[in-house]
């Protein structure tokens, strides 16, 4: 019966009831309440079905949420703790920004009321469709691409063959992670350089591992000496370290992008404002990198692709 109730309720997304109670604790611990009719109008439910989503999640933690009849609304108790998630910051500000890239009320989103809020756009950086469908194909089974790339490095661009294995993400852009059958090495190759995908196929010979990839380094950070106390203090909160310490850890292959965004990679004095953390175990995340102290001035292959 609920699946026909669904079928006739609004073309949006359809999720099981696992879904619909992980929206319900959403609510309740972002907005401190839901009603049935939250169900009913992001869901495409019967308003049965909504009540029966409500006694569910109430079967499995009766002590975070409590029925109010003056507001006809169900309210998250003084007590209130998670059971569906982590109730994490994290998970909020996920939601929020679903919400600015699809809007309110398109069943995406389970953010009911917002604040006041905005984003800090980058520049956008487009790839296609169809560019990322083939990527995708290719890691699966393990196919070889040609493609066309402008580098950097080059006037021109090169036709060369890449063997797919991995995408990343440095917060900026997307790459691809991939063999490169000219160089013979892993490299990051930028989709928003590469200028045509001509084919793929069945990958002829035998590549090495990746070990830059599969190998993590841990990375031990603090706050700049050089900061006056309150300052540091400041910093330790805004990172959220531990005993004034942050660890991070990070696939070698990354490793570039991560210390660069931080600012840890740069050896010119620069006031304590303006660079608020330093690697303590430089030598160390150098070493295990397989990189000299020289490494701020070399960049990886991803940016010279």
């Known amino acids: 019966m609920e699946e026909q109730n669904e079928a006739r309720g609004p073309q949006r997304n359809r999720w099981g009831q696992a879904r619909r109670l992980d929206f319900v604790e959403f609510r309740l611990l972002w907005d401190g309440k839901i009603n049935r009719s939250d169900l009913v109008e992001f869901f495409g439910v019967s308003m049965p079905q909504a009540s029966a989503d409500m006694d569910q999640y109430k079967s499995q933690a009766h002590d975070n949420v409590t ?8 309210k998250a108790t003084p007590g209130f703790t998670p059971v569906r998630s982590l109730g994490s910051t994290d998970e909020y500000f996920l939601q929020l920004l679903a919400l600015q890239a699809y809007g309110p009320g398109q069943g995406t989103s389970f953010v009911g009321w917002a604040p006041p809020w905005a984003l800090v756009e980058c520049p956008k950086r487009n790839v296609e469709p169809s560019m990322l469908i083939t ?12 493609i066309e790339y402008q580098s ?119 006031p304590p404002q303006q660079r608020q953390l330093v690697l303590v175990n430089r030598a160390d995340v150098f070493k295990a990198a397989g990189r000299s102290s020289d490494y701020s001035a070399r960049p990886t292959e991803g940016s010279q692709n």
């Open 67 to 74: 029925y109010d009849p003056s507001e006809k609304a169900y």
């Open 135 to 146: 990527t995708l194909k290719a890691i699966r089974a393990g196919e070889s691409l040609e």
């Open 152 to 270: 950097l490095s080059r006037p021109t661009p090169l036709r060369r063959w890449i063997t797919p294995t991995a995408i990343a993400n440095d917060e900026f852009r997307w790459h691809i992670r991939a063999w490169c059958h000219v160089r013979n090495r892993y490299s990051d190759f930028n989709f928003g350089r590469i200028l045509k995908i001509y084919g793929a196929q069945k990958r002829e010979i035998t590549i090495p591992q990746d070990d830059e990839w599969e190998t993590y380094i841990d990375l031990e950070i603090r706050a700049n000496p050089a900061l006056t106390d309150t300052q540091r203090r400041v910093a330790e909160l805004d990172y959220g370290m531990t005993d004034g310490v942050l660890t991070m850890r990070c696939r070698q292959a990354l490793l570039f992008y991560l210390l660069r965004r931080l600012r840890l990679d740069e050896d010119e004095p620069a």
